[in-house]
């Protein structure tokens, strides 16, 4: 069963609240006046009148509640109309945009006509930037819009790669590991039973069921120790035999990346952020691992192009070498993920 995140179900019911359409702005009207109604009533259940016994009554009731309804419509549109262009808006640009994509996102899926294929071209192309640019709860917002639009149009890969991503790893980010989790398993699920279809997109197919595990071991070694939780990267790397060779390439150097990690924070429980390793001990013998499958992973993204993915594997790289008594290539790697960094930030600009 897919987790819905909370915050959607809350930004469209106060969306619908206060709205300014008519059926919202009569339910207020009823509201605002059945309470001032019942408070008075209530009142004079214990002999406090409240209001005189005559026509003058009636007239400061229905002036109290004109002047309440007409102070809740000015003050909801204080909030919701835009401000004025001389007034910035105080938020981080990225955030800014985010938010945006998340209510042209909703207003597409709000519409008479539903407007599915908008909206999973909307997210097919705005995800890995959110990712890119730390909007973990923004993307899962999206992706459970996206989910609604690709189950209409029962369009089950796309169905499996937000699972995966939008409403898998993103959850995760945001600290939801148990949603993540059940919602990575159903898209396993998922492509397990459209791989059993004759003629199916096997590539494809097996393209997302790699990341998925991917995923799933990611977050599930997180509870382990060192050994079995290396041993969850076995699976994945069994499948990527059966992928196109430069498809393969970039899933192997994505699982060398996460198994690096994995053996990273371990090392750092061991001997500290910064501590160093014996040169002749078990933990060295680790530290070569990491180093070794660190490097084939920054390789691959350097020879396939890709900056963002090539400086994150770096920065694991320097936190490695931080652990090595030689401090030549720590020196090294960290003037050269300065350099890169910046090239990343010039073209995420």
């Known amino acids: 069963m897919t987790a819905k995140p909370k915050t959607v179900v809350t930004r469209r019911a106060a969306n619908w609240i206060f709205a300014e359409s008519a059926v919202p702005r009569i339910l207020r009207m009823a509201t605002i006046t059945g309470l001032i109604w019942a408070s008075i009533q209530f009142a004079d259940r214990f002999e406090l009148h409240l209001l005189p016994q005559d026509w003058k009554g009636i007239t400061v009731f229905a002036l109290v509640v004109v002047v309440l309804i007409l102070a809740t419509e000015l003050a909801i549109m204080a909030r919701t109309r835009p401000l004025p262009e001389q007034v910035h808006d105080q938020r981080h640009p990225g955030n800014v945009f985010a938010d945006s994509l998340i209510d042209y996102a909703e207003a597409l899926s709000s519409e008479g006509n539903r407007r599915e294929q908008a ?19 923004q993307r899962a917002e999206l992706g459970q819009i996206a989910l609604n639009a690709a189950t209409a149009l029962e369009d089950r890969i796309t169905q499996a790669s937000i699972l995966i991503d939008d409403l898998g790893w993103s959850l995760y980010e945001v600290g939801s590991r148990e949603a993540a989790l059940e919602n990575i398993g159903e898209a396993i699920q998922l492509l397990d039973d459209e791989l059993a279809q004759p003629g199916a997109s096997k590539d494809i197919l097996l393209d997302l069921k790699v990341k998925a595990l991917r995923h ?6 997180q509870t382990l120790d060192l050994a079995p939780g290396r041993a969850l990267f076995a699976e994945p790397r069994q499948l990527i035999s059966g992928l196109p060779q430069a498809l393969a390439d970039i899933h192997a150097a994505q699982l060398d990346h996460s198994e690096a990690e994995l053996i990273s924070r371990y090392l750092g429980k061991q001997v500290g952020e910064n501590g160093q390793v014996d040169p002749t001990g078990q933990l060295n013998d680790l530290l070569r ?16 192009g890709d900056h963002e ?12 070498l931080a652990h090595d008594t030689r401090k030549q290539r720590y020196r090294e790697a960290s003037a050269k993920l300065e350099r890169l960094e910046k090239e990343v930030s010039r073209n995420l600009r």
């Open 309 to 320: 993915r090539e400086a994150k594997v770096l920065k694991l790289r320097v936190r490695l």
């Open 216 to 221: 799933r071991a990611n977050v599930t070694a």
């Open 289 to 304: 691992d990491a180093l070794i499958l660190s490097q084939q992973a920054e390789d691959t993204f350097s020879n396939n």
């Open 119 to 137: 909206i999973l071209e909307l997210r097919s192309w705005s995800s890995r930037l959110l990712h890119l640019t730390g909007a973990a709860a």
